[in-house]
């Protein structure tokens, strides 16, 4: 009698255990349909993709040993029929070693665009979009690219809103105002998403385009921190509301999960940049396109090799 009555309790804790499991499974999907459709809501308005524009299907070869090369492309179109690429970056994945690189190509390259002759490499993008931009990589550097990603700016501040709600710590070097519509005191600050935005994106200092390329790679490695936390677990199906309409990509979703996963195992592994050309390896000049930097092409291969190749090289930085 006792035991068909502790039989008997073992299957009522039992019942019990599998509707708490099965509660708290529907519990999540809600909540992740609505957090999915909150960061839909919060995109609606845009109309990033139905700008682009049909540039010819990207043929991005199959990434090799778990080295993953996805091409980043800044826009800010504002509606603009034929508008250049504003960033352009190369973000490398390594699937064994969980590793993150970034490298950034200047905009004022000057480069042999395929159909098209010499050009600054961010004219790429407005000739014929992430395809194009994929050629005259592997013409004038020989890298393969696999997967292509362009992000819209408002995108950027608003996904960087949900992802670190109480900002971004930066240090601003001194007065940041023109060309991007407020203005940035200089000292350490948390910087929201709009803010942000305009901090990576200010170009008129000394530096000029050289010390917008560095504050986007520190921008991207913090962002980086910030996406692997526990908080960004939680609303990770708002960011992909959002970045459903302001990302336009081809990288498939197991490729996304391998990443992120990835990316969540070595959370506390740097994010190693590099910034081509290098140093000594270009001279400014002006030609027919405006002002360019006339790269050393044989030294700019080898440091981007290199770099996409091995964990250390002396150019490279991390933040």
């Known amino acids: 009698m006792e035991k068909r009555e502790n039989i008997h309790k ?4 039992l019942r019990y255990g599998v509707l708490v499991v099965l509660t708290l ?8 349909v609505y957090q999915y459709k909150s960061g839909l809501s919060e995109a609606s308005n845009s109309q990033f993709k139905d700008e682009q524009k049909n540039f010819d299907d990207f043929q991005g070869a199959e990434p090799q040993f778990g080295e993953i090369n996805i091409l980043l492309l800044g826009s800010d179109s504002r509606g603009e029929e034929h508008a250049r690429s504003d960033t352009l970056m190369i973000a490398h994945y390594n699937q064994n070693t969980k590793k993150m690189k970034i490298a950034s190509i200047m905009r004022d390259s000057y480069v042999d665009i395929p159909g098209f002759g010499k050009q600054k490499i961010n004219a790429a993008f407005a000739f014929g979009g992430p395809e194009l931009v994929r050629k005259t990589i592997k013409e004038n550097f020989d890298v393969e690219i696999n997967y292509y990603a362009i992000v819209d700016f408002e995108g950027f501040s608003k996904i960087v809103d949900i992802a670190a709600p109480k900002g971004i710590e930066v240090e601003v070097p001194y007065e940041m105002s023109y060309g991007i519509g407020m203005t940035l005191q200089p000292g350490k600050q948390l910087l929201h998403g709009d803010k942000l935005l305009g901090y990576v994106r200010f170009r008129h200092d000394r530096l000029s385009d050289f010390g917008r390329v560095a504050r986007q ?49 070595g959370k506390s592994t740097k994010v190693e ?3 081509i050309p290098v140093d000594n390896s270009y001279v400014d000049e002006t030609v027919n396109v405006g002002a360019v930097l006339k790269l050393d092409f044989e030294k700019n291969q080898e440091a981007l090799k290199d770099f996409l190749a091995s964990n250390e090289t002396e150019n490279a930085t991390s933040f």
């Open 217 to 265: 790679q520190e921008a991207v490695s913090k962002i980086k921190e910030q996406a692997v936390s526990l908080h960004n677990l939680v609303n990770l199906p708002k960011i992909l509301g959002v970045a459903t309409t302001y990302i336009d990509t081809n990288v498939d979703s197991p490729t996304i999960l391998s990443i992120a996963k990835g990316l969540l195992a």
């Open 273 to 275: 940049s590099i910034r």
């Open 10 to 13: 073992k299957r009522k804790w």
């Open 25 to 32: 499974c529907i519990t999540v999907v809600f909540y992740s």
